[in-house]
T-cell receptor, first 116, second 110 residues
Framework: ETGVTQTPRHLVMGMTNKKSLKCEQHLGHNAMYWYKQSAKKPLELMFVYNFKEQTENNSVPSRFSPECPNSSHLFLHLHTLQPEDSALYLC???????????????FGEGSRLTVL | LAKTTQPISMDSYEGQEVNITCSHNNIATNDYITWYQQFPSQGPRFIIQGYKTKVTNEVASLFIPADRKSSTLSLPRVSLSDTAVYYCLVGVRGTYKYIFGTGTRLKVLA
């Protein structure tokens, strides 16, 4: 138990569906991240939020739409995805104190997405 | 951000000490070095972090030479359950952009 919870753990969707991934952290952190991990590949940073404000968008296609309503919750809205978007989507959080991020990321277990 | 380079894979036997080296030639003054462990279909887990010299905790040691252009993660007496992918991550404190490299796939054999 890392204090970061992701739901659903598994999701299968068609290319025309709209779905959302949810991440909740119970650690009191103020930065949250979305990473994508395709099969046997390293993690790819997608988005970063700090105090609910998006600070990084790593050239992610618009069919992925993040939302961060507060520092504890992070969503990834999915729309008209492609089969190559099938991957493990990982959420993480970290704590910044006095403007200094510890560099220690706490990850959830991930949401395994399959696009048919 | 500094790019990291690690061996793609390593094999070891149970009970041995394993050393995984990461190269980060472009590391900047403010960059810290963090190592993570990842099991299949799980999120990475923080192992250890350091800035210079040597850091030790209950699971690993991290050796960083004076020029900080590389670091070595040392796992004492590995077991089968240490089979995982190990990532070295160089990030700048005060920023939020953490880019993972390819990682090292460690296989521990009986």
């Amino acid at each position: 138990e890392t204090g970061v919870t992701q739901t659903p753990r598994h999701l299968v969707m068609g290319m025309t569906n709209k779905k959302s991934l949810k991440c909740e952290q119970h650690l009191g952190h103020n930065a949250m991240y979305w990473y994508k991990q395709s099969a046997k590949k390293p993690l790819e940073l997608m988005f970063v939020y700090n105090f609910k404000e998006q600070t990084e968008n790593n050239s992610v296609p618009s069919r992925f739409s993040p939302e961060c309503p507060n520092s504890s919750h992070l969503f990834l809205h999915l729309h008209t995805l492609q089969p190559e978007d099938s991957a493990l989507y990982l959420c993480a959080s970290s704590q910044a104190s006095g403007g200094r991020n510890t560099g220690e990321l706490f990850f959830g277990e991930g949401s395994r997405l399959t696009v048919l | 951000l500094a790019k990291t380079t690690q061996p793609i894979s390593m094999d070891s036997y149970e009970g041995q000490e394993v050393n995984i080296t990461c190269s980060h030639n472009n590391i900047a003054t403010n960059d810290y070095i963090t190592w993570y462990q990842q099991f299949p279909s799980q999120g990475p887990r923080f192992i250890i972090q350091g800035y210079k010299t040597k850091v030790t905790n209950e699971v690993a040691s991290l050796f960083i030479p004076a020029d900080r252009k590389s670091s070595t993660l040392s796992l004492p007496r590995v077991s089968l359950s240490d089979t995982a992918v190990y990532y070295c991550l160089v990030g700048v404190r005060g920023t939020y952009k953490y880019i993972f490299g390819t990682g090292t796939r460690l296989k521990v054999l009986a």
